[in-house]
């Protein structure tokens, strides 16, 4: 397993080991210990799974507030996408700033998003099959987001007319998204 930073220091991008051969692979997704050796101590404790039908499919850009904010480790099974995190850190040198790499089922590579960062995700295959970690429970009373196309984060989406939920359609922008529990 190899760890390397983006252009955020806490976002990482875990490339599992792979072993094929003539029958398929093997890869361990998920090794607390090889983790742990990397700098990644979050006590993940439970795992989401979506499917989105239609490319262009965007979801997000979502993150929780404190007390009960996430860390995420973000895969692909089947399909790609373009995922995108948003630095919403108070007070940070890169607040509004944003980090976008392609996550497929062929390239394998994972994305941690620390706490403290939103995060969104545009498909770009139909059938597209996203998986994640969480160290925190989903607290609906908690869950925020901002609007997907805010100019002020101004994210190189993949599509200009995306596909999205109710809720997405009607998130605020950054300078109005409820953010204080990362100042």
């Not at 970690?133 to 609007?147: C, N, Q």
């Not at 596909?163 to 529990?181: G, R, T, V, W």
Request: with cysteine.
């Amino acid at each position: 397993m190899k760890v390397n930073k983006t252009l955020f220091d806490e976002v990482k991008i875990i490339t599992p080991t792979i072993f094929s051969d003539d029958r398929g692979f093997f890869m361990e997704t998920f090794n607390f210990v090889q983790l742990k050796n990397c700098g990644i101590e979050n006590n993940f404790i439970q795992d989401n799974h979506s499917l989105s039908v239609e490319k262009g499919t965007i979801r997000g850009l979502h993150f929780q507030t404190h007390p009960k904010a996430q860390t995420k480790i973000v895969r692909v099974i089947c399909g790609s996408i373009f995922d995108v995190v948003v630095d919403i850190r108070g007070g940070s040198s890169t607040f509004g700033k944003w980090y976008g790499i392609e996550l497929s089922a062929e390239n394998k590579k994972q994305l941690l998003i620390p706490k403290g960062f939103a995060h969104g995700f545009c498909t770009l295959e139909n059938n597209t099959e996203v998986v994640y970690k969480v160290d925190e429970y989903y607290m609906p009373e908690f869950d925020r987001g901002i609007i997907w196309n805010d100019e002020g984060i101004n994210i190189d989406w993949p599509t200009y007319n995306p596909i999205l939920s109710e809720k997405d359609k009607n998130q605020p922008k950054l300078k109005f998204a409820e953010i204080q529990a990362f100042a």
